[in-house]
């Protein structure tokens, strides 16, 4: 019986739910293995990122490598001579280009501020210059530049410690990549032997596509850079553009780089022979670049480029600023081999999905 006024008793509560989380110790042994192999990744990044570098070239100069040890030579000699004719001609080509680079270099700054100085009293550039100012201002930037010349020109002596550390990354990097050379069937066969004979033959398939997919990006993509480069010093001759030399070398520098390298090329070229020749020779030179640039991606690059695997624009131009942040201008140029090598293995990969999923579309609804 319950008297007015008094409260009615509280009802029982019930005791809260406790959540047990249990961690096992396997579980925190392989939290602690992440953790750690993330942190060595990061500690190691430029070791692993040299390493990476090393495994391209050596996909890459695998190719002739085997076709010379086809022939009877044997694997180390194949990989001495291929690597040492690459370091010839790089020697070569420094040496036979670096003292006229650097004379026309300082030939062609030196001009510079005359350069602009003509382009702001003739032609409509006069025109432009009169609302902006913009002439007399770069006059003085280029003035600027050149009075420091020779002072950039001590600093960069007084680099030689980077320079040298620069070199002896080099010639680890050369060294790595012989080794990887000589060892590399050894490799892939251990490796093979720990896998069914299915797998083995799969992964002996995809490794020798991978091989010829970087090889021939690689050659491919210098020897492409070489006839850019070509082109356009000879047009460069022809219409009287300053510093042939540099401008074709800057052409082929940067035609290295798929894509946007040629498009960047032509605008730095085009814009110097503007200011320095005017406005003709700088319409011939540019009406060249574009009728090369079509016969290039037409005609000259599928036919270099006939054995390496196609990627689409925006996956080209992806890999080359993935690659680029990694690695500068070396990973740009890189991105392309290691992005048609990418898409060879998930091609591989997905076969098996991508053929039952191509049943099922055949397949009668029903």
């Known amino acids: 019986m319950t008297v007015a006024g008094d409260e009615p008793a509280p009802a029982e509560t019930r005791a809260p739910r406790m959540i047990e989380v249990v961690v096992s110790v396997p579980t925190v042994v392989k939290a602690l293995a992440i953790f750690f192999g993330v942190l060595l990744v990061f500690l190691a990044r430029d070791a692993l990122l040299s390493i990476a570098l090393s495994l391209v070239f050596v996909l890459g100069f695998d190719p002739p490598v085997s076709a010379l040890e086809r022939r009877g030579w044997g694997r180390g000699k194949a990989a001495m001579l291929v690597l040492g004719l690459l370091v010839l001609a790089v020697f070569i080509i420094v040496v036979w280009a670096i003292g006229p680079l650097w004379e026309q270099i300082e030939e062609f700054v030196a001009n510079l501020p005359g350069y602009v100085q003509e382009a702001k009293t003739s032609g409509f550039l006069a025109d432009i210059d009169k609302g902006t100012e913009a002439f007399s201002k770069l006059q003085d930037?280029?003035?600027?530049?050149?009075?420091?010349?020779?002072?950039?020109?001590?600093?960069?002596?007084?680099?030689?410690?980077?320079?040298?550390?620069?070199?002896?990354?080099?010639?680890?990097?050369?060294?790595?990549?012989?080794?990887?050379?000589?060892?590399?069937?050894?490799?892939?066969?251990?490796?093979?032997?720990?896998?069914?004979?299915?797998?083995?033959?799969?992964?002996?398939?995809?490794?020798?596509?991978?091989?010829?997919?970087?090889?021939?990006?690689?050659?491919?993509?210098?020897?492409?850079?070489?006839?850019?480069?070509?082109?356009?010093?000879?047009t460069a001759v022809i219409v009287g553009a300053p510093s042939p030399m540099v401008l074709a070398i800057i052409v082929g520098l940067f035609d290295l780089i798929p894509q946007i390298g040629s498009t960047i090329a032509a605008f730095i070229v085009v814009t110097i022979t503007l200011i320095a020749e005017g406005a003709l020779p700088a319409a011939i030179l540019l009406i060249v670049i574009l009728v090369y640039q079509q016969l290039e991606n037409y005609l000259i690059q599928p036919a270099v480029m006939r054995q390496a695997v196609e990627l689409s624009g925006f996956a080209t131009i992806a890999s080359v600023l993935l690659g680029s942040a990694l690695l500068g201008v070396v990973g740009a140029v890189l991105a392309v081999p290691v992005a048609a090598s990418v898409k060879i293995i998930v091609r591989e990969v997905t076969e098996g999905r991508r053929t039952r999923m191509a049943a099922l579309r055949e397949a009668p609804a029903g």
């Open 141 to 234: 930037l280029f003035a600027s530049a050149v009075k420091a010349l020779p002072e950039t020109a001590g600093d960069l002596l007084g680099t030689l410690a980077g320079a040298l550390a620069g070199v002896f990354q080099l010639v680890t990097l050369t060294f790595l990549t012989l080794f990887g050379l000589v060892a590399k069937p050894q490799l892939l066969r251990a490796a093979q032997e720990l896998m069914r004979p299915q797998h083995a033959e799969r992964v002996g398939r995809v490794q020798r596509e991978v091989c010829e997919a970087i090889s021939y990006t690689l050659i491919g993509n210098v020897v492409i850079s070489i006839i850019a480069a070509t082109v356009v010093g000879v």
